[in-house]
């Protein structure tokens, strides 16, 4: 009985200083990005692969000169990448030679890549040139989160969206998380082309985020997927919900779209560097009133997922992260 009690007492012990040393590292690792904004005032350049001249980065907090920006992250994409951004690219093309007044940019953030992602994305600035196409080197791996803030930081357009570079939402989806914002820009603050509307509001200047959800498909998704993804993503969402609320069903579709407005307050504040960047995204919104939409979008799975079951715990440091640097108000939000 003795050796019992001596066992439990030493099991005890030993949670007790497994949760004490979690909590720590919770603390220190918070505690270290509370100060997570030195990013935005790192200089940025982007090079002209043709005359190998500097061109000059922009910031989302300059004023808009493009109508959209395309943020691609890419981690060791040289096989998804071409064919994704070739698609990309042609339906820019033709939607420019339609529309004159259509001006766009596509900006790829390589996060560290180890293949030929580099090159394959240097490629498309030749063929596109620098205006209409750019790379971001981050030099090392930092997460698809650290590599889109990058983007959206430096990226041109009065709407930003972000997409995968694996191709698995096709582009042309993107006109329905921009109508859906014209449409309530237009119902809440009179911009158009209406007699009332007013011409000195740009849709740049309204804070407005559009996600793309794949919330509908989940039915079929559940049928097919193995027992123990479903219970993952079950209890994933119900961890989202406790850290961020309700009201989005898809937080992690990697479609999203933002006015300039959004872009500037959110991704000036996002800390989250890697897959549960959008469960921040979603946290921000609601803080700053941003109405955020979800709009179904085509889907389909494309070979080469970099999610996998280890991303779980990563997942779940990030959101510990979150809840507890918000919650204590040590990571503060800057309007």
């Known amino acids: 009985m003795g050796f019992l009690w001596t066992l439990l007492e030493l099991l005890l012990a030993f949670i007790i200083i497994a949760l004490f040393a979690l909590l720590s590292a919770i603390f220190i690792e918070a505690s270290r990005r509370s100060h997570n904004h030195t990013h ?15 061109v000059p980065c922009p910031h989302v907090s300059d004023p808009a000169e493009k109508y959209i920006s395309l943020i691609i992250p890419a981690f060791n994409e040289e096989h998804r990448l071409p064919g994704a951004l070739e698609e990309t690219m042609n339906y820019l093309e033709q939607r420019a030679a339609k529309d004159k007044s259509f001006s766009y940019e596509v900006v790829i953030v390589d996060d560290g890549s180890s293949d030929g992602t580099k090159n394959a994305a240097f490629n498309f600035v030749r063929k596109y040139t620098v205006d209409n196409v750019r790379v971001i080197l ?48 237009r119902k809440e603050y009179h911009t158009g082309d209406s007699a009332a509307s007013d011409s000195s509001i740009k849709i740049s200047d309204i804070p407005i985020a559009a996600f793309g959800s794949r919330a509908h498909l989940e039915e079929k998704a559940l049928a097919t997927r193995k027992w123990y993804r479903n219970f993952l993503m079950k209890g994933f969402h119900l961890v989202v919900v406790l850290t961020a609320g309700p009201g989005i069903r898809d937080t992690q579709c990697g479609f999203k ?59 779940l440091w990030e959101l510990a992260l979150m809840s507890f640097g918000y919650r204590t108000r040590m990571w503060k939000i800057f309007n």
């Not at 935005?40 to 500097?54: G, Y």
Request: proline residues 5%; glycine residues 6%.
């Open 257 to 315: 779209m933002f006015t300039r407005a959004a872009a500037r307050k959110l991704f000036t504040n996002i800390r989250l560097k890697r897959w549960c960047f959008d469960v921040e995204l979603v946290f921000l919104c609601k803080w700053f009133g941003i109405p955020i939409m979800e709009i179904s979008v085509n889907w389909s799975e494309i070979p080469g997922s970099k999610v996998n079951p280890l991303s779980i715990p990563n997942m």
């Open 40 to 54: 935005v005032e790192a200089p940025a350049i982007f090079e002209d692969p043709n005359s190998l001249k500097q």
């Open 138 to 185: 981050l030099g090392r791996n930092h997460g698809k989160g650290e590599a889109i803030r990058k983007g959206m930081l430096h990226s041109r357009g009065e709407l930003l969206l972000m997409l995968d570079a694996d191709g698995a939402t096709k582009v042309n989806d993107l006109e329905k998380l921009e109508n859906q914002i014209h449409a309530l820009a």
